[in-house]
Structures are given as C-alpha cells and as structure tokens.
C-alpha cells in the first residue's frame, strides 16, 4: 500500500516537471529577437521560421527597439512612416460606423488641406490612410464600416479620373490592360 506522503510526492515530482517544461517553453516574441539578435535580420525568413506573420515579426523588433521603417496594413500607425502620418497616428478607428465615419472626416480634412497646398505627396498620404482603414475593417468582417471608407475613396477616384479628361486623354486612349 502506498502511504499519502508517497502519493504526494508524486504528484509534486510530476508537478515540478510540467513547470520546468513550461519555463523552457519560449514564446514566439522571445524567439523572434533572439533570431533577430543572433543575425537573421530578414522579415521574411523570421517569419518563415516562426510560423508568424510579417506584421508581427515587425512589430515586436519596432517594440523592442531593433527595428524601424517596416510598414504593412496591419504595422500602427504609432510608428512614423513620414512626415504626413503625425496627422493620422492613432486617430483613426474603424469600430463602429460612427468612429468610421469620424476617420473620413479627418482624412478629408487633410486630403483637402493637402490639395490646397499642392502638396501630393500628403494627398497621397491620406489616400493611403484611407485603403488602408477599408482593408482593415473589411478583413476583420465589418462591411458597413468598410463602405465608408470604400465609398470615400472611390469619390476620390472619380474626381481623379474626371482631372485625366480635362487634360484631353479619355480612360480608353490609356490603353490599360488588366490581367
């Protein structure tokens, strides 16, 4: 017959087992600057060999300080990608329709600024903002809040497409092939 002070000294020999186990478990972060730090310095191949995304691979060597300058749809907004997105950095949202809405606003606001100016490249900018937010609400299943951004941007393009005609060129004499 096995005593209880036996039994219990089973129990804590497996238990002290299954805690080392999970101390030497690494997670995927530490993993990823560890590779980082021990030269592989490719977005790609870290995310080939940890089975994780770019954008996460990119946002934990930004966080961790050993990595600038990588930018994807899902990369924050917190980290400038230039001198246009202080204007955008963690103003717009895409919860609800309402914070949808409020994001198109603002980007309008300075996608008109911007015109005033004759600065494209911040046109270009808020246009960038814009495709961005719709991929991201379309992605994450919110289609109305995507619409907005959709139909915003596709206001956009029928303006630009309207400044092509005015030069005397029509979309057909572009000769535009699409595969």
Known sequence: MISDNEN????????VGRVEEKERRVSKKDQIISLFTSGISSVEDLAMIT???PSYIASVLQEAGLM???FDLYTTTSHPMNVYSKF???????KDEAAARQSVELIEHYYRQFETA??????????MM???????ARWTRKPREAEI?????????????VGIADRGSKMEDLDLQYE
Request: aromatic share 16%; net charge positive.
């Open 149 to 161: 951004f959709r139909r915003w941007l596709l206001a956009r393009l029928a303006e630009a497409k």
């Open 8 to 15: 219990n000294s089973e129990y804590e020999y497996a238990g």
């Open 51 to 53: 089975r994780a995304r």
């Open 118 to 127: 004759g600065d494209r490249a911040g046109q270009h900018h808020a246009l």
């Open 88 to 94: 955008f950095a963690g103003r717009l949202g895409y």
């Open 130 to 136: 814009a495709m961005t937010m719709f991929n991201r």
């Open 68 to 70: 600038s300058g990588y």
